[in-house]
């Protein structure tokens, strides 16, 4: 089982990113995939989950109307469109597997985590 994340990269604000996470090893319809963030000196944070298959999305406040979740099982890979961006979405972004996104996303249970992509929102 693996989960990769790509797509970060240095963006002004105001700009757009889209983040991957490209699943291997298991079925991505039977699993929620959750996004967190980590900035440098901050604790992880809860970003946006997905559900199993085409179940319901989740959104952390501060995202909220800005980031929208996504998944293309076909692609065995989950994305992360990221608009209006601000100087504060600034931190690593790692993807990981739950089992449901209330329960485990929430709690920041996962069981596979992805190795992180670093988004910079900079002028």
């Known amino acids: 089982v693996q989960l990769q994340a790509s797509g970060g990269g240095l963006v002004q604000p105001g700009g757009s990113l889209r983040l991957s996470c490209t699943a291997s090893g298991f079925t991505l319809d039977d699993y929620a995939i959750g996004w967190f963030r980590q900035a440098p000196g901050k604790e992880r944070e809860r970003v946006s989950c997905?559900?199993?298959?085409?179940?319901?999305?989740y959104y952390a406040e501060a995202v909220k109307l800005r980031f929208t979740i996504s998944r293309e099982n076909t692609e065995n890979t989950v994305y992360l469109q990221m608009n209006s961006l601000k100087p504060e979405d600034t931190a690593v972004y790692y993807c990981?597997?739950?089992?449901?996104?209330?329960?485990?996303?929430?709690?920041?249970?996962?069981?596979?985590w992805g190795q992180g992509t670093q988004v910079t929102v900079s002028s």
């Open positions: 990981a597997r739950h089992h449901d996104c209330i329960r485990n996303w929430y709690r920041g249970i996962g069981d596979y």
């Open positions: 997905i559900g199993r298959a085409y179940g319901s999305e």
